[in-house]
């Protein structure tokens, strides 16, 4: 499967606008993809960063969003997307902020890597209960996943000026 995931707001491997950081407004990116096939159930949406708290030193995988249940006519997410905004039927797991919802870039020292990982399944994970984990999300797709697109941003916190 030819599944391929953008965003408008930055291309692969660039940096991720403020605006959607802890820096920012720290709203969602809007997200675009294509080659769904109709053999697919449901799609999946893992935001991550593997480089926390410190790149030079990781020492986890840091999860911002967690989406499951996106129904395969959905093509996109906008700006900003939670709630209603969502594709009806999507369902949000648990960040590692225990919440929700989108959570931003939000790096301690450094530029971290930020992964937007959407999943093809031939499945719906309906079994899941509200607010699912990565973890739980990853153990009801194994075996089920059609195909796999990945986007990757970056971002640095900015140094805020001392004032005085």
Request: glycine share 10%; charged share 25%.
């Amino acid at each position: 499967m030819a599944l391929t995931l953008i965003s408008p707001a930055f291309a692969h491997g660039h940096e991720i606008p403020v605006r959607y950081t802890d820096d920012g407004n720290d709203v969602s990116p809007p997200l675009e993809w294509t080659g769904v096939t109709g053999d697919v159930k449901s799609l999946a949406l893992i935001v991550e960063d593997p480089d926390a708290p410190d790149p030079a030193r990781p020492q986890r995988t840091w999860v911002h969003w967690v989406l499951y249940d996106i129904p395969p006519s959905a093509r996109s997410l906008e700006e900003g997307a939670r709630g209603a905004d969502l594709p009806q039927g999507t369902r949000v797991g648990s960040n590692d902020w225990g919440k929700r919802a989108w959570g931003g870039p939000a790096p301690p020292i450094g530029r971290h890597r930020y992964f937007f990982r959407l999943y093809a399944l031939d499945t719906e994970l309906r079994s899941l209960t509200p607010g699912a984990t990565k973890a739980d999300v990853q153990r009801a797709m194994d075996g089920h996943v059609l195909g796999e697109a990945e986007l990757m941003g970056t971002y640095e916190k900015r140094r805020h000026r001392a004032t005085g």
